[in-house]
């Protein structure tokens, strides 16, 4: 459980991933540094540009101040209070992310509760969309720094787009390689990059010291007051520099809230804010380098070291983002909001490296596909924003059930707690829905049919299961009618794979009628997700007797692990169940569903159903059973 002081981090926290015993606490701080901040370290590429640009009366003193204001203030509100200081005390067993805080709420309530569910599936589509703009955004601003090289720029402006789209394939073709190799390298190169920030936003305050007013929050409000209507406008483009913070939240597992804290504090923050300040200062003392300020601010002699640097870092960036992809979709799979997606390990040795090649095969195609609609950063930064700005409102509204509920804090405080990060997510949410007809509302589109495949296969699924157990025998009632009448016994061992370990599987039931026999030990088999990250080994497998003719085995999952059902069943043998798993028959019940018009869900949904079962992975390949021991017995059922 979170310890709501946030003091002493928990023991499953410290122990539960490899690289916690591994590595030091500032190895894990500079390693998070290229993980968890590489999203929020690109924003000075395109942020500062884009909030002056919607100010009225172009870059005066006084709007440059007010932007420096606003951003530092949403750096503090945001990042600094709502994530390091809140949202990370709320932990599922060391780990972060919509999902985990989805299944923590579930459990503290303890009962499925639609609301939570529903939170839960919106956050997880609206992170697919950030997914998808987030190496268009941040790459496409790189590679638009060419175009300001000194004397040779104008020769690049026709291939900025093509260099983008190039290195963005390149990106996600090697992807099936993994990162374990290059991965030690990505936070030392950050540093680097928030170093430069640094240095460079450094000279020009030095030049303009005035720059640092911009702290009083006195202009940002003055600001967004003289701009009426527009001020929301300029909230939406300022609100570019907090997108990535939830990474701070969703990477927590990885390296530990203390090395991410210590990264933010030493590091990411006071680099960041000096590159704006800079920026800021650049722009106060030459107010045309507003069309461009970050790619203005380096100097002659460093640009083409710096603009390497910064396609670097926008790579690393995006990379981030795709890996985080993929650990979601393995919690979506896990915790049932989708069907089996084949999950490939890309290490032996590095835990939470995996490889998705259907989720990598969406985000190319929606990353493709916005660099051809939008064709230019500060388009794609007006479709930016909208959907980070909704995960982080599911975040606040999730974190009310577990101060209220988990940490049994009165309603008052609870209230106040949630209420204060809901009304500035509402602003940014409001601010930033003022740009769908810019471009918004291609994550929202995305998000939206993600929900409705979530929502159609969770939906889905229960209605099966009902339907199997409303049609099947009690296994406790075949056993009785066994006894009364034996068939045939068959050598060696049966294991039934089921999700309902309480009624007699598909499988078996043909097998005894189309084949007439029973083998000489029968296995019962579930696979259960359980509502923390991972589970220990010991607390791995279950087994309940039935009867000298069956065993239940139950084999449980953390939603962040993948299910290997032979490993887990060389566990059983200290529990006392010994077989050989190569004389053993793993029988597996391959439905097919049919549409039926007076079912649960209407027909369109029913064919999506049917598309997504007829397309979701393999249980053999999925549980990592031996193709050569599995026997397939099909039955038509109609939802």
């Known amino acids: 459980m979170a310890d709501p002081a946030g003091a002493a981090p ?31 370290g690109t924003s000075p590429l395109y942020a500062m540009r884009e909030a ?74 609206l992170f697919y969309g950030d997914g998808i703009i987030t190496p268009a955004v941040s790459v496409l601003s790189a590679a ?43 936070g030392p190169i950050t540093a680097v990059w928030f170093v430069t920030l640094a240095v460079l936003g450094l000279n020009y305050v030095v030049q303009e010291p005035s720059v640092l007013r911009g702290f009083s929050p006195h202009y940002g409000i003055a600001l967004l007051l003289n701009n009426g209507w527009l001020g929301f406008a300029i909230l939406g483009s300022v609100f570019l520099v907090v ?28 680099c960041l804010m000096l590159n704006y300040l800079g920026q800021g200062a650049l722009v106060i003392m030459d107010p045309s380098a507003q069309e461009n300020p970050y790619y203005r601010m380096i100097p002659e002699f460093a640009y083409w070291p710096v603009l390497l640097l910064t396609l670097t870092a926008t790579i690393i960036a995006s990379q981030a983002v795709i890996s985080g992809a993929f650990s979601v979709t393995q919690q979506a799979v896990q915790l049932g909001l989708l069907p089996r997606i084949d999950i490939r390990r890309t290490s032996e040795t590095v835990a939470g490296q995996i490889f ?30 909208i959907a980070v700005t909704g995960a982080m409102l599911v975040d606040t509204l999730l974190f ?152 239940k085995v139950l084999i449980s999952y953390g939603f962040m692990e993948s299910p290997n059902v032979p490993k887990a069943l060389g566990l059983c043998r200290k529990l006392g169940l010994k077989f050989d798993i190569m004389a053993t028959s793993f029988f597996l019940g391959r439905r097919s569903v049919v549409p039926a018009a007076q079912s649960g869900m209407p027909l369109w949904q029913d064919k999506l159903f049917i598309f997504l079962m007829k397309n979701a992975a393999n249980p053999t390949d999925f549980y990592h059973i031996p193709p050569g021991r599995v026997v397939e017995m099909g039955a038509q059922v109609t939802v």
């Open 400 to 551: 009310f059930v577990i101060v209220r509920f988990m940490w049994k804090r009165p309603l008052w405080q609870a209230l106040g707690a949630a209420g204060a990060f809901g009304v500035i997510d509402l602003v940014f949410v409001g601010a930033n829905l003022l740009k769908i007809p810019q471009g918004a509302w291609f994550p929202l589109v995305l998000g939206t049919g993600l929900v409705l495949i979530m929502w159609t296969w969770n939906r889905g699924t229960r209605i099966l299961t009902d339907k199997t157990r409303r049609d099947s025998v009690p296994l406790t009632e075949l056993t009785e009618i066994l006894k009364a009448r034996p068939p045939h016994r068959a050598s060696g061992t049966a294991i039934f794979l089921t999700s309902d370990p309480d009624i007699a599987p598909v499988a078996l039931m043909h097998n005894l009628k189309h084949n007439k026999v029973l083998h000489e030990k029968n296995v019962i088999l579930t696979v259960v997700t359980a509502e923390t990250p991972r589970v220990k080994e010991e607390d791995r497998v279950r087994i309940e007797p039935v009867n000298d003719d069956f065993k």
């Open 144 to 186: 638009e720094g060419l175009k300001d090289a000194p004397g040779i720029g104008h020769l690049f402006e026709p291939f900025v787009l093509p260099i983008a789209a190039g290195i963005l394939i390149a990106l996600f073709m090697v992807q099936s390689r993994g990162t374990a190799s290059v991965g030690r390298f990505f």
């Open 243 to 270: 997108t990535g913070a939830e990474a701070l939240y969703a990477d927590m597992g990885h390296f530990g809230k203390g090395p991410i804290r210590t990264a933010w504090f030493g590091l990411v923050f006071p």
């Open 10 to 40: 928990s023991a499953a926290e410290e122990s539960h991933h490899s690289t916690h015993k591994k590595e030091g606490f500032w190895a894990l701080a500079l390693g998070s540094v290229g993980v968890v901040f590489g999203d929020i």
């Open 356 to 385: 998705v090649p259907q989720v990598n095969m969406f985000l190319l195609i929606g990353v493709l596909a916005l660099l051809v609609m939008f064709r230019n950063s500060s388009n794609l930064a007006a479709a930016y924003g």
């Open 52 to 125: 002056l640009d919607h100010t009225r009366g172009g870059a005066s003193e006084l709007a440059v101040l007010g932007v420096i204001s606003l951003v530092f203030w949403a750096l503090i509100l945001i990042v600094t209070v709502k994530y390091v200081g809140f949202m990370m005390r709320a932990d599922n067993k060391g780990e972060g992310g919509t999902l985990a805080l989805m299944a923590l709420a579930q459990r503290s309530l303890g009962r499925r509760s639609t609301f939570v569910f529903i939170l839960g599936v919106c956050g997880a589509a």
